[in-house]
RNA sequence: GUGGUAGUAGCUCAGUUGGUUAGAGCACCGGAUUGUGAUUCCGGGGGUCGCCGGUUCGAGUCCGGUUUAUCACCCCA
């Protein structure tokens, strides 16, 4: 017989796998909840020109994409932002402002697989849209740390990294630079801590030709700033235009609300400035930021930013947006790792141990009558030694067992035990459903 | 796309300079045990030693190829 494996990259979930699934699941919606965040979803396959359209046509190469019988060109979704986009777009003058929508579903990309990266990854995506101001990122950001609070990870276990593309727009902008030239800078700032010495000054070169080394130097030091008041006096030292400087105090406003309205939510000391985050597609427009384990050894927990102009890129109005995504894989890793991974699988409320087939016939009237009741029940399916039985109730995470026995069955009774403190007491079978809600 | 490492039971692994019928622990199933979860004992199912070829009287072991997994580079929405 011919063996079949996955696909590479792509996952099968056993009841023990499912169950850490179905956990980081129910935070991720716990929490947007709280935050007063609505649930949507939109379509796994989506024309391939969708995704083209955001990202460029050079993405095709990292796409599952592929022509449909009636000759479509189409790709499985590579993240939901697109899809968001023309949703807001469509109904965009009817929707309540802000929009706070989240959604969690697959996404897939035609990559390598290393560690924390897989073909098929879920993803949680939230997004608020229809808010100019700073105010946004405080409650998104928010949002993200509380999450990962939720997981019941600490300071100690992660922070979040602030950094700001106006920032950067303006800085380079004093030094000289504008339009395309900031975009090529921001690219190769990207890859600033990976990238050694002497590549990194030829990619400069061909923006800035002999200017490479001081610019080189300039972008060093603001790369150490890491506070409001190191950038404050960074900029001072420099020779700008009156509407420049105009410009960087209102940023600077904007920076102090969000610092401000974190602190106050109580995460001051989750958020670090680390003006190296600029995030490697284009379309951030201002605030961005990187969730990553305080320790350093996995891959970001989540990354996001404001990308005010993509809405309208998409074909919709004008609508200032900000939003992140956070993965299952980097974050089911980590959780493991720091031990806060419940292992549980499906547990049931009782489970029945019967005599002979007198007794299962009891108990399965019994059994019947509690599952109408909402209570998850089980019992052994063919006959076996009580001890076995008993065993097996244990195993199976029931709270209680409810035996049937010759004795009971004579009685009219059901012995109902306690298996976490091993008590036992007969309950008529004619009062078991009250006697159970009582004890459930 | 480029490179490193690895592949023996469901899991973790052992397997001597190449030598009879490939082993252990855990897990699973059955029995001792049709009135109670432990322990113990007995038994059982499970393997194309990733795959193909070569060397050899003889290959899990040596050689070549291939494939899969994994890690790193590239990229990372």
Known sequence: MATFNTLPGFREFYPEDYAQRKHIFQIWRQVARRFAFQEFDGPILES?????????????????????????????????TPSLARMVAARANGLKR?????????????????KGRLRCFTQLNVDLLGEQG????????????????????????????????????LYLAAHGYEGEAIGSILGVVDKWERMPEDKLLAQLQEVAGEKAAELKAAVDTFL??????????CFAGLAAEEAATEELSARLVDWKVV???????????????DLSIVRGLA??????????????????????????????????????????????????????????M???VDTVDFFAVTGGDDEKLAALSDVALLRQAGYSVEYQLKAQ???????????????????????????????????????????????????????V
Do not use: H
């Open 48 to 80: 391939l020109e969708l995704f083209t359209t955001k990202s460029g046509p050079e993405i095709e190469s990292q796409l599952f994409c592929f022509e449909d019988k009636g000759g479509r060109q189409v790709s499985l979704r590579p993240e939901l």
């Open 98 to 114: 802000p929009i706070k929508w989240f959604s969690i579903g697959d996404n897939f990309r035609y990559e390598r697989m290393q």
């Open 342 to 344: 419940p292992e549980f």
């Open 134 to 169: 700073p105010s946004a990122e405080v409650e998104l950001i928010g949002l993200l740390v509380q999450t990962l609070i939720g997981f019941g990870l600490t300071e100690e276990d992660f922070f979040v990294r602030l950094s700001d593309r106006n920032l950067w727009m």
């Open 224 to 233: 150490k700033l890491d506070s409001l008041e190191a950038i404050r006096d």
């Open 283 to 340: 379309y951030y427009t201002g605030f961005v930021f990187e969730a990553f384990d305080k320790k350093g050894e996995f891959r970001a927990l989540a990354g996001g930013g404001r990308y005010d102009a993509l809405v309208k890129k998409m074909g919709g109005p004008d609508m200032p947006a900000v939003g992140f995504g956070m993965g299952d894989v980097v974050l089911g890793e980590l959780l493991k790792a720091r031990g806060k």
């Open 259 to 273: 610092l401000d309205g974190l602190g106050a939510m109580g995460f001051g000391g989750f958020v670090k400035i």
């Open 385 to 439: 030694a009580f001890g076995k039985q008993m065993k097996a109730a244990v195993s199976s995470g029931a709270r209680f067992s409810l035996i049937y026995g010759s004795e009971e069955l004579e009685k009219g009774v059901v012995k109902l035990r306690n298996l976490a403190d091993r008590s036992e007491q007969d309950i008529p079978r004619g009062q078991l459903l009250e006697a159970v809600r009582e004890l």
